[in-house]
């Protein structure tokens, strides 16, 4: 889905498309994780990166999770992400993963400098 013509039109819907709780009417959740980065998760063991339904999917969770009735409690953290595997390869996928997700959500800004394709690159 190319949501960068509408947001061209109406910039008010930035803020909309960025709140994981805009399903949610009336309701202000905790701050979630980014899960727009590559980066490392020391439980899984292996790169992460953006998954590139998580934007949408995560609305859904949220919304549901407020229609059953907070069932895990109104600070319930949700966060979704690819694994990427392990060493410089996997580092490189999960900082190109990244960059692919930020282009698809309308962010034509470079991965961060301490990214892994930031890191693979000047390496």
Not at 93 to 122: N, T
């Amino acid at each position: 889905m190319n949501r960068s013509p509408a947001v061209g039109r109406d910039k008010s819907l930035i803020k909309i498309l960025g709140n994981p709780f805009a399903l949610v009417p009336g309701f202000k959740g905790p701050r979630q994780p980014n899960d727009n980065i590559a980066e490392w998760d020391e439980l899984a063991n292996s790169w992460t990166s953006p998954f590139v339904m998580a934007p949408i999917n995560t609305k859904n969770v949220h919304r549901t999770h407020a229609l059953l009735g907070h069932p895990w409690g109104t600070d319930f953290i949700y966060s979704e992400r690819m694994l990427a595997g392990k060493g410089r390869e996997a580092g490189q996928k999960s900082g190109a993963q990244q960059h692919v997700a930020k282009h698809l959500a309308g962010d034509r800004a470079h991965p961060r400098v301490d990214s892994p394709l930031c890191i693979a690159q000047a390496g």
